[in-house]
């Protein structure tokens, strides 16, 4: 899909006026659609892009949500940025590329945001254990993760893929009528 500047950068500021109103309105933690639109802006826009709008939604949101210690905001961030280039391999749109590269999105950042929150927080002691119990205990956040995810990819290029259906089915349409061809008509019951 050949999308031009100005159509880039409308869609850029659409993500992230959504994916910041997401992180502001009341949710499930951890059920955002960020992961998918990283995504969905890789596999349509370019990783590039898809890099700005993560980073435009994340900075305007922490300047009101309130920024965090800044190991942390690199994981999250960082983790964000491992779902972009993830995206980029859905050029190839397929349930299969897609879902591969949600899950694989949601377990990154369960892995790496989950090891930050043991290395650098204060909450597990330094051990092998509790490096586990800090994965043992975000799995009700991962759970979360796994399904917003599943879900906002869903709906992204679920919408694009019945837009893509409808405009093949208009344009077929067209064409039969602009050949003469008799355009087939369920019979009604």
Known sequence: MNVSLRSKIILIVLFVAFGVASRFLPHTFNFTPITAIALFASAYLGLRYSLITLIGIMLISDIFIGFYQWQMMIAVYGSFALSAVLGTFIKKQSVKNIAVSTMGSSLVFYVITNWAVWQFGTMYERSFSGLMQSYLMAIPFFKNSLAG?????????????????????????????????????EPST
């Not at 837009?163 to 355009?183: F, P």
């Open 149 to 185: 995810d599943i879900f906002y990819t869903g709906i992204l290029f679920g919408t694009i893929y019945a837009i893509t259906v409808y405009k093949s089915r208009m344009a077929q349409k067209v064409r039969a009528i602009t050949m003469g061809e008799k355009l087939w008509v």
